[in-house]
């Protein structure tokens, strides 16, 4: 494959573009841009056909690795496959053609979309009040801290810690610092749930809330989430659940049953849309009655049939994103809740639950599995033992590229040494998964008999094993073109 930068193809002269003549009068450019703003040489820019325009991108597009070429097991991130339809209808122009800025009687259609996507998830969580304004789960944790700041200010409570299990993802103890609260971790016992002991010895008058995932990050259900969020309220505290699971429980488990106060929802992990390349995503938040008030504004309302924004909201935090959110993405989660139907959605946890299960049953001969029970739609093994033979997550996850598949999360949770992190999703086939197995048994006999093989993977891809801290802190974006320039 042709690896020449767009630069190197430039030919000076050359265009891509024909535009008919101009029939404006010529001015002078200095006239209408402040001289200091001017620059004196045009940009260094390409200068190519169209035809090479059209194949560098699409040749640079087909070294993407996506859930649309490849299975994609990245545990914690649900990459699911995305049912196109909804990206044909996120397209529609009487979408893509509206102003934000335009008043609310002309956006009914997509105000209602929003505020019935916002009713749905309510459902869902069984909790009562939204903000769709969130870009992302982590996004949904800061605005959710910020309103359980507001919340104890208002009552005259100073309450200055958040508890996170160790199991944790990295974002709530980042948002939770980023709000301004100090974060206390709790342990897991030996099950991999939260220690009950030890959350009711971490449990006084100076915590806020505990930061939960349910089924946590080893893919586990904490089976005392009842006596855990009791545990909180009766200290009066409140209960954040990060929803980033949330694709292992719909319409199965509702969070505001179990106890969760409020919550946020990675739409582009259980509601379709491709993510993976830093967004965009969303990340609403769904609240409980008593905290309703503290929302961003504008909050969506229905009244006489027509959806008004409203903006009093007595004790709002205030905006947290422009206009509404993210709304392509709100209209892809809201065509494939609709799609879907209640039952279609419980299907998806079933079966993301069943695969699951199926992938670790047949993994259980080849790895340790640390925290060894049913899983829900994820679960955790560890390369301990290969490491032992030289070989650590972080090969075998490498070698996995050059069999096709994109690596499982690893290193991730923190408690898990050598950890692999898997979640395949309720979209794969059992023919896929068991290909994935069969490529972790080669890599694994590999490391018995050819375990330098697996250090210098990957082999197959447009760059190979790269210096991770170099490639991170001190990256080299150029390609050495084959002439060696
Ligand atoms: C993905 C994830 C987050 C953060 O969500 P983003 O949408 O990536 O910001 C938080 N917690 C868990 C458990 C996650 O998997």
């Given at each position: 494959?042709?690896?020449?930068?767009?630069?190197?193809?430039?030919?000076?002269?050359?265009?891509?573009?024909?535009?008919?003549?101009?029939?404006?009068?010529?001015?002078?450019?200095?006239?209408?841009?402040?001289c200091?703003?001017?620059?004196?040489?045009?940009?260094p820019?390409?200068?190519?056909?169209?035809?090479?325009l059209?194949?560098?991108?699409?040749?640079?597009?087909?070294?993407?690795f996506?859930?649309?070429?490849?299975?994609?097991?990245?545990?914690?991130?649900?990459?699911?496959?995305?049912?196109?339809?909804?990206?044909?209808?996120?397209?529609?122009?009487?979408?893509t053609?509206?102003?934000p800025?335009?008043?609310?009687?002309?956006?009914?259609g997509?105000?209602?979309?929003?505020?019935e996507?916002?009713e749905?998830?309510?459902e869902?969580?069984?909790?009562?009040?939204?903000?769709?304004?969130?870009?992302?789960g982590?996004?949904?944790?800061?605005?959710?801290?910020?309103?359980?700041?507001?919340y104890?200010?208002?009552?005259?409570?100073?309450?200055?810690?958040?508890?996170?299990?160790?199991?944790a993802?990295?974002t709530?103890?980042?948002?939770?610092?980023r709000?301004?609260?100090?974060?206390?971790?709790?342990?897991?016992?030996?099950?991999?749930?939260?220690?009950?002991?030890?959350?009711?010895?971490?449990?006084?008058?100076?915590?806020?809330?505990?930061?939960?995932?349910?089924?946590?990050?080893?893919?586990?259900?904490?089976?005392?989430?009842?006596?855990?969020?009791?545990?909180?309220?009766?200290?009066?505290?409140?209960?954040?659940?990060?929803?980033?699971?949330?694709?292992?429980?719909l319409?199965?488990?509702?969070?505001?049953?179990?106890?969760?106060?409020?919550?946020?929802?990675n739409?582009?992990?259980?509601?379709?849309?491709?993510?993976?390349g830093?967004?965009?995503?969303?990340?609403?938040?769904?609240?409980?009655?008593?905290?309703?008030?503290?929302?961003?504004?504008?909050?969506?309302?229905?009244?006489?049939?027509?959806i008004?924004?409203?903006?009093?909201?007595?004790?709002?935090?205030?905006?947290?994103?422009?206009?509404?959110?993210?709304?392509?993405v709100?209209?892809?989660?809201?065509?494939?809740?609709?799609?879907?139907?209640?039952?279609?959605?419980?299907?998806?946890?079933e079966?993301?639950?069943?695969?699951?299960n199926?992938?670790?049953?047949?993994?259980?001969?080849?790895?340790?599995?640390?925290?060894?029970?049913?899983?829900?739609?994820?679960?955790?093994?560890?390369?301990?033992?290969q490491?032992?033979?030289g070989?650590?997550?972080?090969?075998?996850?490498?070698?996995?590229?050059?069999?096709?598949?994109h690596p499982?999360t690893?290193?991730?949770p923190?408690?898990?040494?050598?950890?692999?992190?898997?979640?395949?999703?309720?979209?794969?086939?059992?023919?896929?998964?068991?290909?994935?197995?069969?490529?972790?048994?080669?890599?694994?006999?590999?490391?018995?008999?050819n375990?330098?093989?697996?250090?210098?993977a990957?082999?197959?891809?447009p760059?190979?094993?790269?210096?991770?801290?170099?490639?991170?802190?001190?990256?080299?974006?150029?390609?050495?073109?084959?002439s060696?320039?």
């Open positions: 494959m042709d690896e020449t930068l767009i630069f190197e193809r430039s030919v000076a002269g050359r265009c891509g573009v024909s535009l008919p003549p101009d029939d404006l009068p010529e001015c002078d450019i200095a006239s209408l841009v402040p200091d703003l001017l620059s004196t040489s045009p940009p820019l390409p200068e190519v056909s169209e035809g090479i059209v194949r560098h991108y699409t040749n640079l597009s087909r070294k993407n996506s859930v649309d070429t490849h299975f994609y097991p990245l545990g914690s991130c649900t990459m699911k496959y995305n049912p196109k339809i909804n990206e044909t209808l996120a397209a529609l122009e009487a979408f053609h509206t102003h800025y335009q008043p609310p009687d002309m956006l009914q997509i105000l209602t979309i929003a505020y996507l916002g749905m998830l309510k869902l969580t069984g909790l009562h009040g939204i903000s769709l304004q969130p870009s992302a982590a996004h949904g944790e800061l605005t959710s801290l910020m309103i359980i700041k507001a104890f200010q208002q009552k005259g409570e100073r309450r200055t810690k958040i508890l996170i299990p160790d199991t993802h990295g709530n103890p980042a948002s939770s610092s709000c301004g609260f100090q974060v206390q971790q709790i342990a897991s016992d030996k099950r991999g749930r939260i220690d009950l002991a030890a959350l009711k010895l971490a449990l006084n008058g100076e915590v806020a809330a505990l930061m939960v995932t349910n089924p946590n990050t080893l893919g586990l259900f904490e089976e005392q989430i009842g006596e855990i969020c009791d545990a909180v309220h009766e200290n009066g505290g409140l209960v954040y659940l990060d929803g980033a699971n949330f694709n292992a429980i319409g199965i488990v509702k969070p505001a049953d179990f106890g969760a106060d409020l919550m946020h929802i739409l582009h992990k259980t509601f379709s849309t491709p993510h993976g830093g967004g965009p995503g969303a990340g609403p938040i769904v609240v409980r009655d008593f905290l309703s008030p503290f929302l961003p504004v504008p909050v969506l309302e229905k009244q006489q049939g027509q008004v924004l409203r903006y009093d909201h007595a004790h709002s935090i205030g905006r947290v994103k422009s206009f509404l959110g993210n709304m392509a709100v209209i892809k989660a809201y065509c494939y809740i609709r799609m879907l139907g209640a039952e279609g959605l419980k299907s998806i946890s079966h993301a639950v069943l695969n699951a199926y992938l670790l049953a047949r993994l259980r001969g080849i790895f340790d599995v640390p925290y060894n029970d049913h899983c829900m739609h994820e679960f955790v093994v560890s390369a301990q033992n490491k032992q033979k070989i650590r997550a972080l090969d075998i996850a490498k070698k996995l590229l050059d069999y096709g598949f499982p690893i290193y991730f923190l408690i898990v040494p050598e950890a692999l992190m898997i979640e395949p999703t309720e979209t794969e086939s059992k023919e896929t998964l068991d290909q994935f197995v069969q490529a972790l048994e080669r890599i694994v006999e590999m490391a018995d008999k375990p330098q093989a697996i250090l210098k990957p082999i197959t891809t760059v190979t094993r790269l210096d991770e801290y170099s490639a991170a802190r001190n990256p080299i974006l150029r390609w050495l073109s084959t060696g320039k």
